[in-house]
């Protein structure tokens, strides 16, 4: 891993929208970056995140909270486009990559964890995270996610 001081000032990157498929088996292409989530114990993955300019805070499914060791605290009521749902909160430090190269020092990042592993298949990086630390750019004809770093926008 590169060292902190290395990565102070982000680097900007631009990086292609990731195939998916929904549970009914259509494909979407979407603003999705690769990132290492890791937690406050130091237990870290690597997974790919959906970049989403309207949800206000971050989200990590269950299943990587429970990968990453996080204990599961107070409930909560989140918001969505789908109606309210309960969450537990907690901390991980999140780092953007491309390549598996690290574009950023990690970050601490609050998350919301649904109680139902159903309401989220991947984790969303929200306005709380990756839009504090880059300008962000969604180029939907050319369907890439551009990383912008602060001053040169």
């Not at 970056?33 to 130091?42: A, D, E, K, M, Q």
């Not at 749902?85 to 901390?91: E, L, M, R």
């Not at 709380?128 to 996610?145: C, G, H, K, P, W």
Request: glycine content about 10%; overall charge positive; some cysteine.
């Amino acid at each position: 891993m590169a060292s902190r001081k290395h990565l102070r000032k982000p680097a900007g990157f631009r990086q292609k929208y990731s195939g998916w498929f929904s549970d009914k088996g259509r494909f979407f292409r979407l603003p999705m970056l690769s990132v290492r989530l890791i937690s406050p114990s130091g237990r870290s993955l690597i997974t790919n995140a959906l970049v989403d300019s309207g949800a206000t805070v971050s989200f990590l499914p269950p299943d990587l909270a429970g990968a990453l060791g996080l204990l599961r605290k107070k409930k909560e009521v989140s918001y969505g486009a789908g109606g309210s749902f309960s969450v537990w909160s907690s901390t991980v430090s999140i780092q953007y990559l491309k390549k598996g190269r690290a574009m950023s020092a990690p970050e601490r990042v609050e998350v919301r964890v649904p109680y139902s592993g159903r309401c989220i298949p991947y984790a969303v990086l929200g306005r709380d995270s990756v839009f504090l630390l880059y300008n962000v750019m969604f180029r939907e004809r050319a369907q890439t996610i551009e990383l912008i770093s602060p001053g040169k926008s």
